[in-house]
């Protein structure tokens, strides 16, 4: 929603397994929240501890809002739950409704949410870690078979 919390975490989570997976700069990365509320903020301190505990530094990215823009710019929208997802369409021009995707259901097939653990503890950023962890690498297995098949 407001982009400090869980895409933060899926943007570095998705860069460290494109890395990984030698398919880094292949593949724009971005995060962006459907709330305007936390504009040029840092993700949340508790987010930045998370990544950094697996490696991964996100402190330099600043929250910004989706803009229009972003649906021509991106061939893949994830929204990490329902209510997102469901802002996203709405205001996504009805051509790009396709590109909209809820996280979890396009990389591991589960329609559940990623929950957001704004309001919570350390342990529900762990449960997000873990979610964003296992979609994101079966994300990158599926982006590298079509990224390394021949064009033709």
């Known amino acids: 929603m407001g982009n400090i919390c869980r895409s933060p ?3 570095g989570v998705f860069r460290q397994a494109l890395a990984e997976a030698g ?6 990365v971005d995060s962006a929240g459907t709330g305007d ?16 505990g697996h490696g991964i530094d996100i402190s ?7 803009a ?3 649906f021509d710019r991106f061939e893949l929208i994830l929204a990490m739950d329902r209510s997102n997802e469901a802002t996203l369409r709405a205001r996504s021009p009805a051509a790009r409704r396709g590109r909209i995707f809820l996280f979890l259901e396009h990389t591991t097939g589960s329609r559940a949410d990623v929950p957001d653990p704004y309001y919570g503890g350390v342990d529900g950023f762990e449960q997000v870690y873990q979610l964003l962890r296992e979609g994101c690498t079966a994300l ?11 064009s033709g």
């Open 68 to 70: 229009a823009e972003d």
């Open 23 to 28: 398919l880094g700069g292949l593949v724009a």
């Open 9 to 11: 975490l899926a943007e």
């Open 60 to 66: 330099g990215q600043r929250a910004r809002q989706v």
């Open 140 to 150: 990158v297995s599926r982006l590298g078979t079509e990224l390394r098949q021949p």
């Open 37 to 52: 509320w936390h504009r040029g903020d840092a993700p949340d301190p508790r987010a930045i501890e998370k990544a950094s």
